[in-house]
């Protein structure tokens, strides 16, 4: 096996977060006085990378520190309700332990949220969840590779935004997008992941039928 290491962000990718996001933008949007938008725009806000979107939707960065805050604390208060994104990652996940590859969290979510998402569906998989910020991925990501003494070639991150994509490449980190979350599947293959999937079983293929 190439990948000793398989490290998942969590919106978008674990947990599918994207009706209560949406329902927290649209407060935020009255309070801050954003772009208003609707799902049927859903589909061309895909195509944008996280910076473009802030653009689009006309977010002061000055403000966005406690819109995080915000929309951090709405969704612990629902995160009983939030599904998983695919009912067989759970299965994909056990099986990459069995094989003895150690899995982690890197996400821009609270580790708070994370955690209550976790106990609710019995997620007992996970050495680490690392909180990176909206920006700060890449830095963390560098963190942990120093803390736990991983060599970056064997790791695999997996996410679901352009933004990921970048954060991995700027570290040399390989990725595996998903095309069930935030971006869409062109948007995710025009930034070149090393992987592109549509079914969590894929990562079986991946991580123990890779050959060195």
Same mark, same amino acid.
């Given at each position: 096996m190439k990948y000793k290491y398989v490290i998942f962000d969590f919106d978008g990718t674990l947990a599918d977060t994207e009706d209560i996001n949406f329902t927290i933008y649209l407060d935020l949007a009255d309070k801050y006085k954003l772009k208003k938008v609707s799902k049927s725009d859903m589909g061309s806000l895909k195509k944008m990378s996280?910076?473009?979107?802030?653009?689009?939707?006309? !977010?002061?960065?000055? +403000?966005?520190?406690? /819109? =995080?805050?915000? $929309?951090r604390k709405i969704l612990h208060g629902s995160i009983e309700n939030i599904d998983m994104c695919k009912p067989t990652m759970e299965d994909v996940m056990l099986k990459l332990k069995d094989n003895g590859i150690i899995l982690g969290i890197l996400t821009s979510n609270s580790k708070k949220n994370v955690t209550k998402f976790i106990?609710?569906?019995?997620?007992? /998989?996970?050495?680490? =969840?690392? +909180?990176? $910020? /909206?920006?700060?991925?890449?830095?963390?990501?560098k963190k942990i590779l120093r803390r736990y003494d !991983? #060599? &970056?070639?064997?790791?695999?991150?997996? $996410? #679901?935004?352009?933004?990921?994509?970048?954060?991995? &490449?700027?570290?040399?980190? #390989? =990725?595996?997008?998903?095309?069930?979350?935030?971006?869409?599947?062109?948007?995710? &293959? &025009? +930034?070149n992941p090393e992987y592109l999937i549509s079914e969590p079983e894929e990562l079986l293929e991946i991580c123990l039928n890779h050959k060195e």
């Open positions: 996280a910076f473009d979107l802030i653009d689009y939707l006309d !977010i002061k960065k000055r +403000n966005i520190p406690a /819109m =995080i805050r915000f $929309g106990e609710k569906h019995q997620l007992n /998989m996970f050495t680490f =969840i690392e +909180n990176s $910020g /909206m920006f700060g991925k890449e830095r963390v990501f !991983i #060599d &970056k070639d064997e790791v695999l991150y997996v $996410g #679901d935004e352009i933004r990921d994509i970048t954060a991995t &490449k700027n570290i040399g980190v #390989d =990725i595996a997008s998903v095309d069930w979350g935030y971006n869409e599947r062109d948007a995710l &293959k &025009k +930034n």
